[in-house]
């Protein structure tokens, strides 16, 4: 997760208003590829990851550095691209608190097969992306994922 962690940090400040979201794809304890989250209109952390491998993925996890995106926006549902690409295992540092996922990404996932692990290095990912997730009382619109 550390490595996911400092993945998302090279998001910013090119990402905003989205979260700074990292995501490495591990096979056999090494990093087989690395994804952040890019300019609105552009690829989330997660299909810039997968963008970079073939195959069979049954066997790889993915860490996140937060939980991927239920719903298809301006970019497609990054959970979904999980599931269709058939990665094993997810490991996910903090859920997303936004209305339009708020467990919803975690749900498809273990839905769709996927093997869920919730809340590592939480403090630390809360450390970098707490000032840009949605936080309750801004507006739904506000740090909307793309």
């Known amino acids: 997760m550390a490595a996911a962690l ?17 995501c490495v794809l591990v096979r056999d304890g090494q990093i087989i590829a690395a994804g952040h989250t890019q300019p609105p209109y552009q690829p989330h952390a997660e299909p810039m990851a997968l963008a970079l491998v073939d195959g069979d993925l049954s066997d790889v996890v993915a860490y996140v550095t937060l939980e991927p995106c239920s719903f298809h926006n301006r970019t497609p549902s990054c959970a979904r691209e999980l599931v269709r690409r058939g990665v094993g295992t ?17 749900e498809m996932l273990r839905e769709g097969g996927v093997v869920v692990v919730e809340g590592v290095m939480v403090e630390q990912a809360r450390g970098d992306m707490g000032p840009y997730v949605w936080q309750p009382g801004e507006p739904t619109s506000a740090k909307v994922g793309d």
Not at 6 to 22: H, I, Q, S
Not at 94 to 105: A, F, I, M, V
Request: with cysteine; net charge positive.
């Open 6 to 22: 400092a993945e998302g940090r090279k998001a910013l400040p090119g990402c905003l208003p989205n979260p700074p979201v990292g």
């Open 90 to 106: 997810v490991v996910v540092a903090l859920p997303d608190p936004h209305p339009r996922n708020s467990g919803r990404g975690i």
